[in-house]
Each structure stands twice: as C-alpha cells, then as structure tokens.
C-alpha cells in the first residue's frame, strides 16, 4: 500500500528550504518564515489541498473539477484540489513549487533554483544630517579658489 496524501504533501512541502508545519484551524499547514504557502484538510468530507498559484493560472486550473477556488482567499489566487483527483504527486508538486515561490522570501526560491543562499547585506550607516562624506571633505571645490 502507498503512503497516505497527508504524507505525501509532507514529503512535497517539508523539503522545500525553512518549511514548517502548523496545524491552523485544525488542520496541517505548510509554512515558510510565517506565512502559509499550502494546506491540507478536510471541508464538508472530502479531503483537500489548498496552494497559491499566479492568478491567471488560477483561473484555468478551476475550469478543470478537480479543483475550485479556495474559500474565502480564491480571489487572492488560493485554489482546493480534491486528493481524490490526484493522478500524480508531480503535478500536485509543481502546484506546491508555484506556491512557494509565490509566498516565500526571493532569497529562499533561489535555493529551490538551484543557487545559495544569499547573505543578508549589512545595513549602510547612516550619516547625521548635514555631515559630509568622507569623499567630500577630501575634495577641494571646483572652480576659483579660496584666498
């Protein structure tokens, strides 16, 4: 016997970088930095897989009834599939992927690309007001000078 959907979407969502899950209202969550990218859960029976996608993919993916848009966020791109209706865990981790990049930080999407992770710059200092830079107080001012 193959492993259940829920494990299945852990196995998707869990190995994509700095993923945690939530139960949030009573049913797992997937997050990223705080902020859900995905979900698993039950409505009325039937059991269920919310992600993001880009809006336009949205609206073609809910011609297909296997899906339809998410309750209460469906007009921010949240679609539902039916688990009922996966034929294949790849199409339903591309879904994930889309998600992800939709919702975690740019940083994090370039590790799933295949890059490093990016080290956060360090803040420039500031100057006070009115000070000079360091360049300007060794320049001399142009045009006539000063007697």
């Known amino acids: 016997m193959g492993s259940s959907p829920l494990t299945e979407m852990r196995r998707i969502c ?85 998600s992800y990049r939709l919702i975690a930080p740019k940083t994090l999407w370039a590790v799933v690309r295949g890059g490093k992770a990016a080290e956060k710059k360090k803040p420039a200092a500031r100057r006070k007001p009115g000070a000079r830079s360091p360049a300007s107080r060794t320049r001399k001012p142009s045009g006539a000078s000063r007697r």
């Open 14 to 98: 869990l190995a994509l970088p700095e993923a945690t899950e939530t139960m949030t209202w009573g049913q797992p969550h997937f997050r990223v930095r705080g902020k859900i990218f995905a979900g698993f859960g039950d409505h009325a029976g039937i059991e269920n897989i919310g992600f993001k996608l880009e809006r336009e993919h949205a609206d073609a993916v809910i011609q297909d009834p296997r899906f339809y848009r998410a309750p209460y966020v469906g007009a921010h791109g949240w679609v539902s599939m039916r688990v009922e209706g996966v034929r294949d865990w790849n199409e339903v981790r591309a879904l994930v992927l889309e």
